[in-house]
């Protein structure tokens, strides 16, 4: 049986190589930050700034309103109430035929 071309592990090392390199390119080398081993006293300096960084992104986020949550939670009591009465029924049919087919398995 002939290998395929591409599956030798040669060929995915070079692909893999490849791929990094690309991905690799000048400024996203550049825009990733630099790891410094500051530890707890690093982690509480970084504490107001990532405070900062929360609020600004909670103020991107889009709320809905009053009338679409209540829209929306209706909507999904109702299809709760269409699934359980589609379960009700499909259990009630499951429920009858089992017990017509036990009937007359036992002759009763």
Request: aromatic share 12%; glycine share 2%; net charge positive.
């Given at each position: 049986m002939a290998?395929?071309?591409g599956k030798r592990?040669?060929?995915i090392r070079d692909r893999a190589a490849r791929t990094?390199?690309?991905?690799?390119?000048?400024?996203?080398?550049?825009?990733a930050p630099a790891k410094s081993g500051g530890g707890l006293i690093q982690a509480?300096?970084?504490t107001p700034k990532f405070f900062r960084e929360v609020r600004a992104e909670a103020r991107k986020i889009t709320w809905t309103?009053?009338?679409e949550t209540w829209i929306t939670s209706v909507m999904v009591a109702i299809m709760v109430v269409l699934a359980a009465l589609f379960?009700?029924?499909v259990n009630t049919i499951c429920n009858?035929?089992?017990?017509?087919?036990?009937k007359i398995a036992t002759g009763g």
């Open positions: 290998r395929k071309p592990p040669q060929a990094a390199t690309v991905m690799a390119t000048p400024s996203a080398v550049a825009a509480l300096a970084n309103s009053r009338s379960f009700w029924g009858f035929a089992i017990t017509f087919l036990l």
